[in-house]
């Protein structure tokens, strides 16, 4: 067990066994790279400037930028060595960082920033029971998964622009719709908005083009983690979505919390994943344990009323875990970049208390949800804020990811 100096919370997501990276900034300040630990951020420029990083042979400057692209693209050889020495300084009682308590502020004095300038976003449609819902609604109940689901993760490109940090409101969007009792779309604001519960991961490593990447090497290729709430507007969508998939219903936003929890910490938290009947190709299989066990929470608050957690799920549920994703996004040569975003697709469980989605937890909108101020909801409505929170926990060590909130406002 660690034994830091720093005041941490009891339940705190940033324990000395995290230490994720984020960009935040001041008032006073441009934008700069940190770590969360307990309350407080650490500002890896002035660290940097105290001489912690001095036989790393690393350029202050990286610290001192609007994204951790730069940071992240040292390698994780390097990547690692910085986390590991942040958390040994915080072990250490006699540890500069101590003697110099300025280069520490308060998370709630800081503006956070989107950690990495996004290249691409792929979504992937990885947990069955999602699939299996959303196939129970708009197809036929006992043919709920399309024949390839099983065979290979499902995917779709997605709009990398519109992804926005926590805290920024989210405006409802508008699209053709058809009303009811119509055959004919009529341009509308959507009243359908629904959240996606994910989990993104964050590409650390370059691939060049025609280069596929097999699932042994695949989670080189991956520095991080965050939560990915893929926003969708399910009206639209439903007239959209044939032949080509989801268009407009997607891309009006995705949002993601600040902190990236590496892959590193996330370590000890790895388990077993489904069973994957029929047995997949040779490009994606693998072996040990690919999962990992992280505790998933959305809750709504209605604007001036009680926050009600609606769902509880877990990421050990996904059927096509990360290294299959990735092989298979590379499989015909497709190249990656630093700060790409992957994101998993809805996560649901088999109960409806764990399913990721209004969509599911209402079905369709034919069982709204009772909130804590006696409110219903079919979807989400104009000033609710949904709040995505993620968690590991094990031997008491709990390395969590914060959360990502945001605010639905009127079209």
């Given amino acids: 067990m660690l034994d830091t100096w720093i005041e941490i919370p009891e339940n705190s997501d940033f324990t000395i066994y ?13 934008a700069r790279a940190g770590i969360a630990i307990g309350n407080e951020i650490l500002d890896l420029a002035k660290a940097h400037e105290l001489g912690i990083f001095n036989d ?25 060595r910085v986390r590991l020495r942040i958390q040994s300084e915080l072990c ?11 280069v520490f502020l308060r998370q709630d004095a800081v503006q956070m920033q989107l950690p990495v300038s996004i290249g691409d976003y792929t979504d992937f449609y990885s947990s069955i029971e999602h699939a299996t819902n959303v196939g129970k609604m708009f197809r036929d109940p ?3 998964l399309l024949p390839n689901w099983r065979h290979l993760p499902i995917g779709y490109h997605g709009r990398a622009s519109s992804i926005v ?43 060049p083009l025609g280069f596929s990447i097999p699932t042994e090497e695949a989670e080189n290729y991956i520095f991080g983690k965050v939560i990915f709430n893929d926003w969708s507007a399910r009206d639209i969508q439903k ?42 190709l040779t490009y994606l299989s693998f072996n040990g344990l690919k999962n990992l066990n992280i505790h998933l929470e959305v809750s709504i608050t209605p604007l001036n009323k009680k926050e009600t957690v609606i769902s509880r799920s877990n990421f050990k549920y996904m059927y096509w875990n990360m290294a299959q994703q990735l092989a298979h996004h ?18 649901s469980g088999k109960e409806k208390g764990s399913y990721g989605s209004m969509l599911e937890l209402s079905w369709g909108g034919k069982n709204p949800i009772q909130l804590e101020s006696g409110e219903e909801r079919s979807f989400i409505k104009d000033f609710d804020t949904i ?14 990811f914060g959360q990502v909130s945001n605010q639905l406002l009127p079209c």
């Fill in 92 to 102: 250490n009682k006699n540890s500069i960082l101590r003697k110099n308590r300025e």
């Fill in 18 to 30: 995290n230490i994720p990276f984020g960009i935040f900034r001041t008032p006073e300040t441009m």
């Fill in 387 to 400: 709040i995505m929170k993620a968690y590991c926990e094990k031997n008491g060590i709990r390395v969590g």
């Fill in 239 to 280: 007239w959209e979505y044939v032949p080509l998939g989801p268009f407009l219903s997607k891309s009006f936003a995705s949002s993601i919390s600040p902190w990236i929890v590496t892959m590193e910490a996330l370590e000890p938290f790895r388990t077993a994943g489904p069973s994957q009947e029929p047995e997949v």
């Fill in 330 to 347: 590379t499989i015909n040569g497709c190249n990656l970049n630093v700060g790409d975003i992957m994101a998993s697709g809805t996560v």
């Fill in 56 to 80: 790393f042979s690393i350029d202050g400057n990286v610290f001192k930028s609007n994204f951790l692209n730069n940071f992240i693209s040292l390698g994780k050889e390097t990547t690692s």
């Fill in 142 to 144: 006992e043919n709920a």
């Fill in 165 to 207: 940090v926590s805290g920024t409101p989210i405006k409802r969007p508008k699209g053709q719709v058809i009303l009811a009792n119509s055959d004919t779309p009529v341009l509308a604001p959507s009243s359908k908005v629904d959240f996606e519960l994910e989990m993104g991961f964050i590409i650390g490593k370059n691939s």
